[in-house]
């Protein structure tokens, strides 16, 4: 399947400037050469690799386009084969022609992800590397860019082949002993060996744990804005979005579905979601909107409870009984409290506000005053530390399930040193450990693993 010549359009279809065709295999410069005519008269399959060739492409007698291919021999190519990769016009008729000529001379279309697939497969990326590339496509703000990179680099892969080594290297003592059961020796030095079980306990329970971080930077932290009718969580969205994504309107009830969109707050993703208005109604669309309300709090892991500061003014203690309702309900979720239509209030209502409400945050969505203090707190919630420090976070439930079930045998290794088990017991709780490392990177895997894996990479990719 792997030895054959595969072609697909490396860039977005569509029309655009220019378009991307990439070749991967064992006849991909002999096949681009059989369509190629280089302005200066050059044989394709004698150049160099690395290098850039001006000409045209030709099908018989018809010039297709005019084009720059460039050449990259095995094994230094993103694929470990001989590539290329045709720069042409971005004509989607052109793209379309140019990729039939090549099938017609010997390629067959790339299925998704297969160009990264070869890659792994010819050792040029492991497997959460390789997995780290789909990541970078999608990501699309700072934080996740910036994991996408450190995962692609081999953050991620090195800190647990270097863990794998050292406990494959206990593994290969206690192994050894069991070949010499009779003379009752140990060649693994239990201390050392325990020293690094704990070590390894305290990576693997710092990487499962920063799961949750890596999870929601992933996917965007989702914000639930919910409140009374007409109390301006519509206006907030508009002025967190900076455009009228979300109607406004003096009427309550205006909002009977949620609405989300999605910004970037110092790097990180956000994903705000207006809620329909919560309050006692007989409207049956309405009632379905404040259902959806609750489903989306519970689904959010930011709740912002904002009320309409100048409507209650004199009568504060009904707003910290909501404030407690959906403190109660929610328990483990933050919470942050806006008082809107600040712009209405003189200083003396000001102060009243912050003495009864703790930890309120005053805000005219209006004009557009506190909004920033609201961005500050949000991030101010979000454990970004270890994304500062350029520390590994795990965004990937597959690596996230293996480290699970790593940290679950390597539990069981050190139950096992501290009652004294035997050295063939230990053995089989440490071979389980390492091949759910092995999991990560790859050197443990399947096809139906790899399958599932490239299968949502995008064509070209």
């Known amino acids: 399947m792997h030895s054959d010549t595969i072609v697909a359009l490396a860039t977005p279809s569509g029309s655009g400037a220019i378009a991307v065709i990439r070749l991967s295999g064992k006849a991909a410069i002999s096949i681009a050469s059989k369509a190629f005519r280089s302005v200066s008269g050059k044989d394709l399959r004698k150049q160099v690799t690395h290098t850039i060739h001006l000409g045209h492409v030709i099908d018989g007698n018809k010039t297709l386009d005019e084009v720059l291919v460039s050449v990259f021999k095995n094994p230094n190519s993103y694929t470990g084969e001989d590539v290329i990769e045709v720069s042409c016009h971005g004509s989607s008729y052109i793209q379309q022609e140019i990729i039939q000529l090549f099938l017609r001379l010997g390629c067959r279309m790339a299925t998704p992800g297969e160009f990264t697939l070869r890659a792994f497969l010819n050792g040029k990326l492991d497997l959460s590397q390789a997995e780290a590339v789909a990541d970078l496509i999608s990501s699309d703000n700072e934080a996740s860019h910036q994991i996408a990179m450190q995962q692609m680099r081999g953050g991620f892969s090195s800190e647990i082949a270097k863990l794998r080594e050292e406990l494959l290297n206990f593994a290969s003592l206690i192994e050894l002993e069991l070949d010499f059961a009779e003379e009752d020796v140990e060649f693994a030095d239990r201390t050392q060996f325990k020293e690094l079980i704990e070590r390894i306990s305290f990576v693997l329970k710092r990487l499962i744990d920063s799961f949750a971080v890596g999870n929601v930077i992933k996917n965007g932290i989702p914000v639930a804005i919910v409140g009374e009718p007409n109390v301006g969580k519509s206006t907030l969205l508009n002025a967190l979005l900076n455009e009228d994504r979300a109607i406004v309107s003096e009427i309550a009830g205006t909002t009977r579905d949620t609405i989300e969109d999605e910004i970037s707050i110092g790097g990180i993703g956000f994903r705000f979601i207006d809620t329909a208005g919560i309050r006692d109604t007989e409207d049956v669309v309405e009632s379905i909107g404040i ?171």
């Open 291 to 461: 259902k959806k309300t609750f489903e989306k709090i519970d689904q959010s892991q930011v709740t912002i409870y904002l009320f309409d500061a100048y409507k209650h003014i004199d009568n504060l203690e009904t707003v910290r009984i909501e404030i407690e309702k959906i403190r109660n309900k929610y328990p483990q979720k933050p919470l942050l409290v806006l008082a809107n239509k600040i712009d209405e209030l003189n200083d003396i209502q000001l102060a009243a506000i912050n003495s009864n409400i703790a930890d309120i945050l005053l805000l005219s969505a209006k004009t557009g005053f506190g909004v920033e203090q609201l961005t500050n707190s949000l991030l101010n919630l979000i454990n970004t530390g270890a994304l500062r420090n350029n520390e590994t976070i795990v965004t990937n439930s597959r690596h996230y399930d293996a480290l699970l079930k790593a940290f679950e045998e390597i539990q069981k290794v050190q139950h096992g040193l501290e009652t004294g088990l035997s050295g063939d017991l230990l053995a089989i709780d440490i071979r389980q450990a390492l091949y759910h490392f092995g999991e990560i990177t790859g050197e443990i895997t399947n096809d139906d693993l790899l399958g599932n894996i490239f299968a949502n990479f995008c064509i070209g990719k």
